[in-house]
Nanobody, 125 residues
């Protein structure tokens, strides 16, 4: 079992930055691929970014490529999402997720085994 707790969300102006963190419990964090997803009001949850267990591979949604960076620190059992040049359309609840197959950069929700509770990001115009 892995428990995930997100933090770092908040209110920011257009063009601003935020860094989300996702702290994981357990000794096997370094074996999991990790992903970030988001869900805006009235919309389905969508893929944002993913990183392999070793951090050698990353993947991004086209909408955030060049603005967001996913990273991880396996010694701290934490995955991060650095978000720069934020836009109002980035407003959503952001969730981190863990996938047992650490080499995969999955973009589909069902591929992930564990989820956090989410953290709200609001970008004002």
């Amino acid at each position: 079992q892995v428990q995930l707790v997100e933090s770092g969300g908040g209110l920011v102006q257009t063009g601003g930055s935020l860094r989300l963190s996702c702290a994981a419990s357990g000794r096997t964090f370094s074996r999991y691929a990790m992903g970030w997803f988001r869900q805006a009001p009235g919309k389905e949850r969508e893929f944002v970014a993913a990183i392999t267990s070793s951090a050698l591979g990353t993947s991004y949604a086209d909408s955030v490529k060049g603005r967001f960076t996913i990273s991880r620190d396996n010694a701290k059992n934490t995955v991060y999402l650095q978000m720069n040049s934020l836009k109002p359309e980035d407003t959503a609840v952001y969730y981190c997720a863990a996938r047992k197959f650490g080499l995969d950069l999955a973009r589909l929700q069902y591929a992930y085994d564990y989820w956090g509770q989410g953290t709200q990001v609001t970008v004002s115009s």
